[in-house]
């Protein structure tokens, strides 16, 4: 096992060399670096040549941002000591086919930006049953596609409410309920030898209130004392308050929670749900030992939950601050060190300008795309394409070797978060855009097609996020006549912009929402339970028969799946756009070697003409990939109301 830090005490060594509180790090790095690998050796044996190279390779990163991060403090050089200890550690017991994973990813860099890259999220008590359950479904999730498997948050948690397993107890334990952490390796080793990778969260802005952390922290515990922030009364919380914002006004107002004891203590999301201190880096320590700890169970992408909360300074939002980015960083270095195959999948459902900075080859790889996703559905509200478009145009870039996870929508809500700034240049109000779509998408707006929840609904600020399936959102629950098409073209959308497609399964089938959350007292007060229906079975059991709508829908969506994946020019995220003087049509192009895919999108209820002179820049004789059929785009294109073409076009010179 690797090190457990917070319950196995430090190395000896490490301990004498450098007990807390009298040494920082030194300006100097090369002296740090050859000392403290010293130390490791001496306590853990040599390294070999691989972690050698490694080390040398990515310890200058990690001591710059610890320095960086926690320079000031005197227990800076022990912690990074007892990091690289853990590093070791892990890195001896990492399990043969995970090194060859490692080594095969290292020759291929580019592995997740391929065409033949799909998503697919699920809960494992909802979807399967159990671990062992799910992994019946393997067979059905390779006749899909899947590359990539999102499990929902599967270790110990509070019982009841726990957040839908964001609470979490133990980073080493299962939830009993679904299994134990062999089941999980093993479904990891099944899943990998079918090509699909298995992605579980790494929930490290918080623990629940059970963790051991948690309670030791309460208790006053040396060591642990400094875990969360705790303030003996009102005055911090008050100071703090006046900058942040409430995430989760249903549940508690501000940001902080009391305790039995009558002390505040940070905590964001819900009031089980603890903020950890990260500006104590024994916090670090403590949480990259679990990264690592998962890392070699056989997970191979990290969901970064939360990202944007992880550091807190007074006077400011206590959202996306700089040392935020040093933290993913640092903890990124380490896995380069001990980990190299996996990634990081940056959750930062905040402005665009922020989400894009988490992104990078030494941050977070791959990111959602809460714009995309949100203005999709702003589109299909408003039958107009424009904000869509212009995201695309100006929003869409990434660094190399990055990539986008293009979804409809998740387990958790919708929110707006396009940029009013954005919004204001096409002669849109943010905050009145916002309070329509709210309204749109919840069905209270006279002739929506839509039956969603609100979520969060603040009434001080007007704030609120909505929730519901992709088909219930769509107009299939209220018997839209555009509600199949609009499921088709929203993943069709998401599997064409250039990034990685993510299903929320059971939706390819076209399940509708769960009303029944309302019953069930952990779920009562979350609306977001709606969404998160069980396997829909019989829907399932007629994906086959396209006299069902389940059926035409699962028939429609695995066509797209499958063109995508013989596409070359959907590899990668180069896009670039293409107007069409028809606010409902969304147009981009895919540029590839030769040719190009031209992606026309209407989301109006109207069928609108492309003319000759608009697609005049391409040689007439085109196809049809979809459909699979020859154009001729000098006569001009009828898009029918809410369809998608995918036309493979060859630019003239
Ligand atoms: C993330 C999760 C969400 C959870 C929150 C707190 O945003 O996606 O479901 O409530 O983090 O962990």
Sequence with gaps: MPGAPGRTPLPARTRALYPVGVSTL??????????????????????????????????????????????????????????????????????????????ARGADPAWFESERMLGGVCYVDRYAGSLTALREHIGYFRELGLTYLHLMPLFAAPEGNNDGGYAVSSYR?????????????????????????????????????????????????????????IHEDRTMPDAYERTTREIFPDDHPGSFVQLEDGRWIWSTFYHFQWDLNYANPAVFRAMAGEMLFLANQGVEVLRMDAVAFIWKRLGTACESLPEAHL????????????????????????????????????????????????????????????????????????????????????????????????????????????????????????????????????????????????????????????????????????????????????????????????????????????????????????????????????????RLLEVRRATAEFAGNTLLPFHVPEPAVLGYQRPGEETTVLVLVNVGDREVTVTSTTLSGFAPEARELIEDRELDLSRGLRLPPHSTRWIRVTPKA
């Design 26 to 103: 030194s300006a100097d790095t090369a002296a740090d670096q050859s000392e403290i690998r010293a130390l490791v050796e001496a306590e853990q044996g040599p390294f070999d040549a691989v972690l050698a190279a490694r080390y040398a390779a990515h310890f200058p990163t990690l001591h710059g941002l610890f320095s960086r991060l926690y320079g000031e403090r005197d227990d800076a050089r022990e912690a990074l000591a007892a990091v690289i200890g853990l590093v070791a550690a892990s890195w001896a017991e990492r399990p043969a086919e995970l090194r060859a994973q490692d080594e």
């Design 173 to 229: 334990e299962v939830d009993p309920a679904l299994g134990t952490m062999e089941d999980l390796r093993e479904l990891a080793a099944e899943l990998r030898a079918a090509g699909i990778s298995l992605v579980v969260d790494f929930i490290f802005n918080h623990t629940s209130n059970e963790h051991e952390w948690a309670r030791k922290a309460v208790a006053g515990e040396p060591g642990y004392d400094d875990f969360y922030l």
């Design 327 to 558: 933290l993913l960083q640092a903890f990124n270095a380490v896995l380069r060190m001990a980990a190299p195959s996996l990634l990081f999948k940056s959750e930062a459902i905040v402005h665009p300008d922020e989400v894009i900075e988490y992104i990078s080859p030494g941050e977070c790889q791959i990111s959602y795309n809460p714009l995309q996703m949100a203005l999709t559905w702003e589109a299909m509200a408003t039958r107009d394409a424009s904000l869509l478009s212009q995201a695309l145009e100006r929003r869409h870039e990434l660094p190399a070797g990055t990539a986008w996870v293009n979804y409809v929508r998740s387990h958790d809500d919708i929110g707006w978060t396009f940029a009013d700034e954005d919004a204001a240049e096409l002669g849109i109000d943010g905050y009145s855009h916002r309070r329509f779509l709210n309204d749109f998408y919840v069905g209270r707006t006279a002739g929506t097609f839509s039956r969603g929840a609100a979520f969060q609904e603040n009434p001080r600020t007007g704030d609120a996020r909505i929730a519901g399936t992709t088909a219930s959102l769509a107009g299939v629950e209220a018997g839209d006549a555009g509600g199949e098409d609009r499921v088709v073209l929203a993943h069709a959308i998401a599997m064409s912009t250039g990034g990685m497609p993510l299903i929320y399964l059971g939706d390819e089938v076209g399940q509708l929402n769960d009303y029944y959350f309302r019953d069930r007292p952990a779920e009562a007060d979350d609306s977001r339970w709606v969404h998160r229906p069980h396997r829909p079975a019989e829907a399932y059991a007629v994906r086959e028969d396209p006299r069902t709508f389940s059926g035409r829908i699962h028939g429609r969506l695995t």
